[in-house]
């Protein structure tokens, strides 16, 4: 029977087993807690019980019958460029933080995100980037008082 399964029934045994791993090794090592004063292990068994939850619901839309849907791409083939364009300004956002600041780092990325990604008109993508990357710094340099990277410019 084994040898006969799919392999997203096969991973999701495989992720199902490692989760079993996690809550019982948690469980057998690390005092639990309770809701009011968690343990080192409370959050451990949490991740290994929510694992274990998402792997058996992934067997379960595996299986043939009214669980399962029609199988379709994950992503069509012609949004992987997107996809990889993303997590390339992704590196370079994180690669250009020191130099660049938050504040206009994350402005220029929304930018690229807000044409590249989904696009949309530049009167949309400079007003949402400017708003968001001035609510982010308000937030976390004003508010949260934390330290943001000032880039070359100083802000």
Partial sequence: MVLAMKRDQKSSLVWFAFALYIC?????????GTWSDPG??????????ILGGLAAL?????????????????YPLHTW????????????YAATMDSLGFL????LLLI??????EPQRWTLALGA???????????????LRTQLPTGIWGF
Wanted: net charge positive.
């Fill in 81 to 92: 460029k997107r996809i990889a364009a993303v997590l390339l300004a992704l590196l370079i």
């Fill in 104 to 107: 206009l780092g994350t402005f």
């Fill in 129 to 143: 980037s400017a708003l968001i990357s001035l609510a982010a710094y308000g937030l976390f340099e004003k508010w």
């Fill in 24 to 32: 019982i090794e948690t469980a057998r090592k690390l005092p639990i």
């Fill in 40 to 49: 080192p292990g409370f959050w451990p068994l949490g991740a290994g019980l």
């Fill in 112 to 117: 690229f995100l807000f044409r590249v990604a």
């Fill in 58 to 74: 992934a067997f379960l839309k595996s299986l043939p019958g009214k669980f399962s849907e029609e199988k379709v791409p994950w």
